[in-house]
């Protein structure tokens, strides 16, 4: 199935980064070309950082890259937190109370900007997705309940970074969104696969762009969006996956009859609507 020419859809990348040392605009352009309309823009630690300025002015540059994605004719939505990783970063020089301080009080400027709406959620918040001591394991949970209900005061989303998630990790972590009282519907499990969508526990499951993942997804009758989790990294061109995958991909599956258009709406304009609300 082709689309008519009076049909226009969006399609939407649900978790793209950018780098001041990358592609930057340019990536966008070849997103842009390949048909894709919207950006879910993630913030990274550009460099390490254990002050609470230079995490803001790493923040700023994201918000810089979301400008220049725009002026190129993305439609974009900016999320950004403090990666989770960075929490055991700020344990190996100081201590717990020390280190859990530095990162909330990181996470409180994410909430500041979406009360100011320069941003519309937080993300990557989550866990180490590799073995810790239980101690760190035990505080990374802890923090992230915090960091979950101080984006629920300011009506954010959140974007998720954890270990591969199989129906028992999905259902932590609905566990600790319950704790937090974080609304699952604005929850999105990134970097998913099919198993995270065995059962999603009502969160939203973001799958890596891959064509079996998107037939898996919908022989399983589940709800998802896509990703491609493109990292601009100078050093790993096309990291996880390129800019135009999310829209090679998606067409591909809606010419081969694998969509119809109104799935090819619920993944790429509902869930995302309903998620991060605006794009602009």
């Given at each position: 199935m082709c689309l008519s020419p009076a049909?226009?859809?969006?399609?939407?990348?649900?978790?793209?980064?950018l780098d001041p040392l990358g592609r930057r605009e340019m990536a966008v352009k070849d997103f842009?070309?390949?048909?894709?309309?919207?950006?879910?823009?993630?913030?990274?630690?550009?460099?390490?950082w254990n002050k609470l300025s230079s995490f803001k002015n790493q923040v700023d540059t994201t918000l810089s890259l979301a400008s220049k994605a725009r002026h190129v004719g993305a439609k974009v939505a900016v999320v950004a937190?403090?990666?989770?990783?960075q929490l055991l970063k700020l344990l190996e020089k100081q201590g717990k109370d020390a280190a859990s301080e530095i990162y909330l009080d990181a996470v409180n400027y994410c909430t500041e900007l979406v009360d100011e709406n320069k941003i519309v959620g937080l993300g990557e918040l989550g866990r180490p997705h590799f073995k810790v001591k239980p101690s760190i394991w035990r505080l990374s949970n802890e923090i992230l309940v915090e960091s979950l209900s101080r984006a629920r005061e300011v009506d954010a989303a959140a974007v998720l970074h954890t270990e591969s998630a199989d129906s028992s990790v999905m259902a932590e972590l609905s566990n600790i969104a319950t704790k937090s009282g974080f609304p699952k519907s604005r929850l999105v499990k990134h970097y998913g696969s099919l198993e995270s969508l065995e059962d999603q526990?009502?969160?939203v499951v973001s799958l890596i762009?891959?064509?079996s993942n998107i037939e898996g997804g919908v022989k399983r009758g589940k709800s998802f969006m896509l990703e491609t989790d493109y990292l601009d990294d100078?050093?790993?061109?096309g990291a996880?996956?390129?800019?135009k995958t999310v829209p090679r991909k998606t067409l591909k599956a809606l010419n081969t009859g694998l969509l119809n258009q109104d799935q090819l709406h619920k993944i790429h304009t509902d869930l995302p609507n309903q998620v991060y609300r605006e794009f602009i």
């Open positions: 049909f226009f859809v969006e399609i939407t990348d649900n978790h793209f980064h842009i070309s390949a048909g894709g309309t919207r950006l879910v823009l993630v913030h990274k630690p550009y460099k390490d937190s403090p990666h989770p990783v526990q009502e969160i762009s891959s064509f100078p050093n790993r061109p996880v996956m390129g800019p």
